[in-house]
């Protein structure tokens, strides 16, 4: 069993109907005024759609950090200024609570103010501006877009893939917004950039082997926030350091009492057990990349 978890497999999703959303993303763009991207906090580098630029140009652009309630709010910080330094506006925001959104339509109006003007002069002023919001999976589109025109517009499950074509939305008087789903990318050239994907479930379960995920993901979870993992799953301080992933994965299974005939530990529960943990941020609030891992 340990020697069939240190393999480290290849993840990889890019279902059918994400090619289409690529090409409708492209089709559509030219309808928008700007384009919303929709980030998921905790692996701020990872959650962009690489493709995303070359598939919208040069429109004006804003970032959304989201989740960000469940992120390491330090790290969240130092990518808003991250972003900052290369002129995009980024705003952290949690879509189920509302957190940050009454910063979201300023900054849109903020970035936007140069195209108002030009439409002020030609006597537009009345047309409406137009948003794309684009994302990977399981991202919050839904529950962001249910926020902004508050009601169930659009439909909301906490799983990859439910949004499958595009749909305008009436944010307020003067705001519409065209939702897409939620797209990857074809590859995922850099292994560990699938794992985050996986870990934060923008990559179906069903394609990942959730017995290795979250024992990988344990591990970096006890690398980078020790102290956190030591006090959710009531281990001793240090008691897990030099640990290989496997044995770590056990002593938290059996710290939870995951046991089953003949007193061995239910590794594949304890594997799911951190992965729920974690996406609902009841470990803590954790960042998984850094603005300076980057530059």
Known sequence: MEEYLQRTPDIQWFPGHMAKTRRMIK????????????????????SRNPEINSLVGNKPRIILLNKCDSADPNT??????????????????????????????????????????KRAE???SSKPIRMMIVGIP???KSSLINRLAGSKRAKVEDRPGVTRGKQWVRI??????????????????DQRVGEYLAYTGA?????????????????HLYAAYPQMVEKRYKMKPGEGDGLEPFDLLKLVGRKRG????????????????????????VIGRISLEAPEDFE
């Open 27 to 46: 089709e559509c763009v030219g309808l928008v005024d700007i384009v919303v991207e929709l980030t998921d906090a905790r692996i701020a580098h990872s």
């Open 76 to 117: 969240t910080a130092r990518w808003v200024e991250y972003y900052k330094k290369q002129g995009i506006t980024a705003i952290p925001t949690d879509c189920k609570s509302g957190k940050g959104l009454g910063a979201f339509l300023p900054a849109v109006r903020q970035v936007l103010k140069p195209v108002m003007e």
């Open 122 to 124: 030609r006597g537009m």
């Open 138 to 140: 399981n991202a919050g």
């Open 172 to 189: 307020e008087n003067g705001v519409d917004l065209l939702d897409m789903p939620g797209v990857l990318w074809p590859k995922f050239e």
């Open 203 to 219: 990559v179906k379960d069903d394609v990942v082997d959730t017995h290795w995920l979250g024992m990988r993901l344990l591990s």
């Open 258 to 281: 995951m046991l089953v005939s003949g007193g061995e530990v239910d590794t594949e529960r304890a594997s799911l057990t951190i992965l729920d943990e974690f996406r609902g941020a």
